[in-house]
C-alpha cells in the first residue's frame, strides 16, 4: 500500500495498493475503486464543497454514493474531505504508476453530477 493523503482531524485517509486500486477510508469505512473512478469521485467532492461554501446546498450534509454503497458526510466536512481527495489524486498522477490510471493532466471543471456511462459516482443534497 501506498499513502496518497489524509486527514488526522475528520478520520479520512487515501491509499493505492500494487494493483493500482484506491482505497478510500473515512473513519471505520473503506471504499475500493479504480483511479479513474477515484478522479470523479474527486471532482464531484470538489464540485460540492464549492456549492457548499456558495450557500446553495439544501441539507446538513452531503451524501456520498459509490455504487452501492451510500456514506453522509456533514457539511462541515466535505471541504476537508475534497482537499484530501484532491491532494490523493495529485499524488496519483505524480506516480503515473500507469498510464491509464494517470487520468486527465487538466480534469474537466468539476461537476457534482456523474458524466454520462461513469461509475455512478454521485454527490447530492436532496
Known amino acids: 500500500m501506498t499513502f496518497l493523503a489524509e486527514n488526522i482531524d475528520e478520520h479520512y485517509a487515501v491509499f493505492m495498493c500494487e494493483h493500482g486500486t484506491v482505497h478510500?477510508?473515512?473513519g471505520h469505512f473503506k471504499i475500493c475503486m479504480p483511479a479513474d473512478e477515484f478522479y470523479e469521485l474527486a471532482d464531484a467532492t470538489h464540485?460540492?464543497?464549492r456549492r457548499?461554501?456558495?450557500?446553495?446546498?439544501k441539507l446538513p450534509?452531503?451524501?456520498i454514493r459509490y455504487r452501492n454503497a451510500t456514506v453522509e458526510v456533514p457539511v462541515e466536512g466535505v471541504a476537508p474531505l475534497s482537499d484530501t481527495l484532491q491532494e490523493a489524486a495529485a499524488a496519483i498522477r505524480r506516480a503515473d504508476p500507469c498510464p491509464e490510471l494517470r487520468g486527465p493532466v487538466e480534469p474537466d471543471p468539476p461537476t457534482a453530477d456523474p458524466a454520462?456511462?461513469?461509475s455512478g459516482t454521485r454527490?447530492?443534497?436532496n
Open 123 to 125: 454527490i447530492f443534497d
Open 52 to 57: 457548499i461554501q456558495l450557500g446553495d446546498w
Open 61 to 63: 450534509c452531503a451524501m
Open 116 to 118: 454520462p456511462g461513469g
Open 47 to 49: 464540485a460540492a464543497s
Open 24 to 26: 478510500l477510508v473515512m
